[in-house]
């Protein structure tokens, strides 16, 4: 064989090792996650079953978990940077809801997505802070105004510095190496007065805009739990219905339903302590996942 044939043949195995492996190199997959405070997390960690634990060890070696949370008592914020996991949320949190530990919609979203997808490798980079608004603090479109009517104007403009945060994570990565493909969203019950509610679509549409705008991503899945008073999750799901890859999940306080998510009983301070307790906070997690999957697997297949 001629030498420069024998070169030629060397050259085009190493051009089709290179763009093989090239191939095999997936993206870090992104999901975003907002809201307040039952998207913070009350389910008790304490519920966690064995084959719980043994599905989050697994979790943990594809998925890296970034968690801004509800601030401790005026000072820090919580943070969370490593492996997917529980919160070890601060002291109020844990007599309120007669917990060491806690977690959020992540958790068994997670151990569902890393099952179904052992070979992908996740980012979830989670902004919440509890008895937010959507009108006040999470505006997209913040004003001082609209701070004040909800007497949030002393708290961080929470959209700003959701997205701050998320920059900063994803200034970790690579360029090129990573790709959001999709937002959870918990939040409603703090616009249940007059004009928060009555404003709530156009206010979930901006930041649903806003996000998509800023990342690139106009296809972006937005998923939000119908959390809220009954306007407020009426216009989720009007912007659901008119808007491209928005789904609104709705769950029932009925204990015969299927898509049913039980509370805490108990009283805290003379009045009902609320929130999604163990058994609740699970079956939203998985009602996220069989959403994604349902409607949005091909972003992850892609």
Do not use: C
């Not at 997936?26 to 996650?33: E, M, P, S, Y």
């Not at 989670?126 to 479109?141: E, F, I």
Request: glycine share 8%; proline share 6%.
């Amino acid at each position: 064989m001629p030498k420069a044939v024998v070169v030629l043949s060397l050259i085009l195995n190493l051009v089709f090792t290179f763009n093989a492996r090239s191939q095999d190199v997936k993206k870090t997959k992104v999901f975003l996650l907002a809201g307040q405070s039952n998207m913070d997390g009350r389910g008790a960690a304490s519920g966690l079953t064995k084959d719980d634990l043994k599905q989050l060890a697994f979790a943990q070696k594809r998925i890296h978990f970034y968690y801004k949370g509800t601030v401790n008592n005026g000072k820090e914020p919580l943070i969370i940077d490593g492996p997917l996991d529980v919160t070890d949320p601060w002291p109020f949190v844990k007599d309120k809801f007669r917990l060491n530990k806690s977690f959020g919609p992540e958790l068994f979203f997670g151990l569902a997505l890393s099952k179904a997808y052992p070979r992908e490798k996740f980012l979830f980079v989670k902004r919440s802070q509890g008895g937010t608004s959507l009108y006040g603090a999470w505006n997209p479109n913040w004003s001082l105004e609209k701070a004040r009517l909800k007497s949030e104007e002393n708290k961080p403009k929470l959209f700003e510095d959701f997205i701050a945060t998320t920059d900063a994570q994803l200034s970790k990565l690579p360029p090129g190496s990573f790709e959001i493909i999709g937002m959870l969203w918990v939040q409603g019950e703090s616009d249940s007065s007059p004009l928060p509610s009555s404003t709530y679509g156009q206010n979930i549409t901006a930041l649903i805009q806003k996000v998509r705008a800023y990342y690139g991503v106009q296809d972006m899945p937005f998923l939000m739990l119908g959390v809220g008073s009954k306007k407020v999750v009426a216009a989720m799901s009007e912007t659901s219905k008119k808007s491209l890859n928005v789904s609104l999940i709705r769950k029932s306080n009925n204990p015969k339903a299927n898509n049913y998510t039980p509370i805490y009983t108990h009283n805290w301070n003379g009045k009902p302590a609320g929130h999604y307790n163990y058994t609740g906070m699970k079956k939203i997690g998985n009602m996220f996942f069989d959403t994604y999957q349902k409607y949005y697997a091909n972003f992850i297949d892609r």
